[in-house]
Nanobody, 124 residues
Framework: QVQLVESGGGLVHPGGSLRLSCAAS????????MGWFRQAPGKEREFLAA????????YYADSVKGRFTISRGNAQNTVYLQKNSLKPEDTAVYYC?????????????????WGQGTQVTVSS
């Protein structure tokens, strides 16, 4: 089992950048693929990005491709989401998730563990 804690959210101006972190507990972090999702008020959970166990493969939603970058540091038990060129529509609660079987796709139900989320607000 793995427990996930996101951090790094906050208020940022449009066009700004933010890096989210997701710290995982447990000795088996390196055996899980990781993903980032977000959910805005009144909207469904949205897939953003995912990374394979090794970190060598990534997958992005079209809506964030080129603006967001996912990476992981297995030695630090942490996965990151670097977000650039932020827009007001990026305002949401951001969640990280862990999946067994090296799944790094967009289906939220394929992820086994979730963090509590961190709020990101993009506003001038």
């Amino acid at each position: 089992q793995v427990q996930l804690v996101e951090s790094g959210g906050g208020l940022v101006h449009p066009g700004g950048s933010l890096r989210l972190s997701c710290a995982a507990s447990g000795r088996t972090f390196g055996s899980y693929s990781m993903g980032w999702f977000r959910q805005a008020p009144g909207k469904e959970r949205e897939f953003l990005a995912a990374v394979s166990v090794s970190g060598g493969n990534t997958y992005y939603a079209d809506s964030v491709k080129g603006r967001f970058t996912i990476s992981r540091g297995n030695a630090q038990n942490t996965v990151y989401l670097q977000k650039n060129s932020l827009k007001p529509e990026d305002t949401a609660v951001y969640y990280c998730a862990a999946a067994r079987n090296n799944y790094y796709g967009s289906k939220w139900f394929a992820y086994d563990y979730w963090g509590q989320g961190t709020q990101v607000t993009v506003s001038s």
